[in-house]
């Protein structure tokens, strides 16, 4: 057997999807002109399939920091925090993140996917015992697997699953490890933080919030969902990316003094490089623009008002709530890839979703949409969906 041969299954499958015109799954965005314009091939798109909830890809403030870093400090860093050095940036940022936060500690790791995996699969040890919501990020799945905890998942945002799973533990509750997400990625629902916490609370164990897709989004401060729920102190660690609302690459967790042991005992934190000083730089500018600019975060939900409505109004089935992610349930994954490539043809760049990465079996077309989204590109992406589906 060849040694690409298992992967001849998937294989066929991703054939299906790229033997006539754009391969969702590949896509090339070949030029980028804005926070919400690019071009596919020879049409100018409406960028409405990215992670840009704040639309600072293109802050004049982080470019600028970003480029004075880089000329400064270099393209990289070459190396790997523990064994290399860190940068004076690195630990600007953390201390600038845990008073975000008004949190005693903070890390910085090179991506977000760095981060739930340092984090995670150290803590979750052989002989600890980890809970997490079966619609988790990959990421928190790949961290599992590579502790080697026992890990118990119960069934999405339902607290009294949980509960129950929490109960049957017995005394090992209180030493339990509860994961859950702010807002989940692809329906755009949030994880009902409140209710949570009373379990946590009345049973016992941590709760870590991944926080990737809420920071920045929600909460008064921008500090995301717990600081919406109102349930900070009663969150243990908190987790984010740079990828998103930050505009930039790396993740940070934060939380109690003792989280910094982590920084000698977690080997996805150890073994790798560090960001890069461009990417810290224009990070440490957009924390400040998210810290000192809530106008953003209102465009952005009324923005996510707007394109909700009018999707609803042209009769298309979508998430459960009003949120920046605004997927569009299509019934089958054929239909999807048909509308996916017609929305490109008429100026519109969303994300297709498949089953694993869409949960319950489902085919999403998943819209997002930014701070720098202007009324008439929502209304433009709206009428191409009517247009579509008449
Ligand atoms: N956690 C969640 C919930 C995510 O959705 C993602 C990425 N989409 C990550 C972690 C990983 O972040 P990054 O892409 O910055 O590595």
């Known amino acids: 057997m060849g040694l690409y041969d298992k992967f001849s299954r998937l294989k066929n499958q991703r054939q299906y999807f790229s033997h006539s015109g754009l391969n969702p799954f590949g896509t090339c965005i070949d030029e980028v002109y804005s926070a919400t314009e690019g071009r596919i091939g020879d049409r100018r798109v409406i960028l409405a399939g990215t992670n840009n909830y704040l639309g600072l890809t293109f802050d004049p403030q982080a470019i600028a920091d970003g480029q004075m870093a880089m000329a400064q400090q270099g393209t990289g860093t070459t190396g790997s925090r523990m064994a290399n050095g860190s940068y004076g940036s690195h630990l600007a940022l953390e201390q600038e993140l845990a008073a975000f936060f008004g949190r005693p500690s903070a890390i910085v790791f090179s991506t977000g996917y760095t981060a739930n995996l340092a984090v995670i699969s150290t803590l979750a040890c052989p002989g600890a015992v980890v809970l997490i919501d079966a619609d988790s990020h990959a990421s928190i799945y790949d961290a599992c697997a590579l502790g080697g905890a026992e890990i118990i998942r119960f069934r999405h945002n339902d607290v009294a699953d949980l509960d129950r799973r929490l109960q049957r533990l017995g005394e090992r509750a209180a030493e339990a490890l509860i994961i859950v997400e702010g807002i989940y990625s692809m329906l755009g ?14 049973r016992g164990g941590y709760l870590l919030v991944d926080e990737a897709h809420s920071f920045g989004v929600t909460g008064p401060n921008g500090r995301g969902l717990a600081e919406e729920a109102g349930v900070e102190q009663d969150v ?3 987790l984010g990316t740079f990828s998103k609302s930050l505009a930039a690459i790396g993740g940070f967790a934060t939380g109690s003094k003792e989280m910094e042991v ?3 005992s977690s080997r996805p934190y150890i073994f790798t490089a560090s960001p890069s000083p461009a990417s ?3 990070v440490r500018a957009s924390l400040r623009t998210i810290a000192g600019c809530p106008a953003l975060r209102n465009k952005l939900w009324d923005n996510a008002r707007r394109l909700y409505h009018g999707l609803s109004l042209a009769g298309y089935q979508s998430g459960p709530r009003i949120s920046p992610v605004v997927p569009v349930m299509i019934a089958s994954q054929e239909e999807g890839l048909r509308l996916w490539r017609d929305l490109i043809d008429h100026g519109v760049y969303v994300n297709l979703v498949l089953p694993p990465a869409a949960p319950a079996g489902m085919t999403l077309l998943r819209c997002s949409v930014n701070a720098a989204h202007s009324e008439q590109q929502i209304d433009k992406i709206i009428q191409v969906f009517t247009r579509l589906k008449q």
């Open 262 to 264: 982590l920084r000698y």
């Open 280 to 282: 810290i730089a224009s």
């Open 236 to 238: 243990d660690i908190i």
């Open 189 to 202: 629902d949030v994880a009902p933080l409140a209710e949570i916490v009373a379990v946590k609370k009345q």
